[in-house]
């Protein structure tokens, strides 16, 4: 039986039975999910700098951040009074250079072994003893075969994220990165691409090969940011796509409330405002009438500055429902902000026959079980309040409009 992409992972060149049982423990179960593995940061290598270039540069001036590899060479913990620094000595084949640091120690003393290889990255200084030196630098330790085939190609070279079972079963940096380059190298034709051929040359994107290909093993690093960028595409792609398709099916499918609208009512509310209605105003009010007047369900998103006039649009819509014998509610991210907004409100329409309540955690027992019967009973009103209005007691039975103020600040549920 031939291997294909859809097959157990144990099957792939230098897998096997025990290290397929490690890599099914975090989800890669085919070769398919070892291709979506994706590494979570690259060390380019096209940038690494020898000791030698290294201290040139910084002679001339330079005070940027370089990338050096080299072997270590001793470990010292020096101590001054009840401080203590920690320095490595390493070289590469043009000369020695030492990393130091101040904070951490333990964990640096016991990542640091005489022989290892590592790739450095930080700023470099020449101390006054003239040693070639980096402060608290970032690293990533190299297998000696790693460093060898590496060093001088030029190549972008991706690292994954190893968890401890990985590395008890000798499955760590290199060995993974070797499997994942088998996987791409004989595998990837077999990927099926999924975005449309027209949504891919509208937006100049990568095919899935490719991306694929380059994620893992980027040529350059303007390939790696295509691919990237492609994956972001796809993600928000479908995203919008389920929503857009939700929306249709919500739109087409759930019956929506056909809202009467009482012309005199709302034109003596518009009367006792002690200013006029801006045309942004007048035209978002237009699209929402259209709206509640429709039989499909209403979603607005209502943008605008604040002192823009969003509140006043959205007490229109409520009066709308409430004169359609319906409840409305608003609900705010906090008490203080509710009980604005319960106050404004109440100004606004104190000449109006329309009950205003409002509802938020920091009340009384038996207040808020006064207005959780209203609400029970389906009693027209505008009900105005916090996550309380959400809270199980609240069993709103004639709901008719809900407006979300600030809803960025309630999160995703």
Known sequence: MSTTIDSSIQYLKNVGPKKAAILSSIGINNINDLLYFFPYRYLDRSTIL????????????????????GKVVDTEEIHYGRKSIFKVSMKDSKGFFECVWFRSIKYFRDRFKPDEYYAVSAKPVITKYGHLQ?????????????????????????FYKIPEKFKKANLGELSLRRLIFHAVTDYKDQIKETLPDHIIEKNNLLNIRSTIAN???????????????????????????????????YRSKVPGISYELDKKLLKQFLDSLPFQLTNAQTKVLHQIRLDMESDK???????????????????????????NNKQAALMAPTEILAIQHYENIQNMLSNFPIEIELLVGGQKTKEKSKIHSKIREGKPGIYIGTHALIEDKSEFTNLGLVIIDEQHRFGVA
């Open 50 to 69: 020898d000791s030698s270039r290294v201290v040139n540069f910084v002679a001339a001036g330079f005070n940027g951040e370089v990338t050096i590899i």
């Open 297 to 323: 369900p209403m979603n607005r998103l209502l943008q605008g500055d604040v002192g823009s006039g969003k509140t006043v649009v959205a007490v229109i819509a409520m009066i709308i429902a409430v004169s």
């Open 134 to 158: 980096f402060t608290h630098p970032d690293f990533d330790k190299l297998s000696s075969e790693e460093s060898e085939d590496f060093l001088h190609t030029g190549k972008i070279i991706p």
């Open 215 to 249: 994620k893992h093993f980027p040529e350059n690093t303007e390939l790696l940011q295509r691919a990237e960028h492609r994956l972001k595409f796809e993600e928000l792609f479908y995203i919008e796509s389920l929503i857009a398709l939700k929306k249709y099916n």
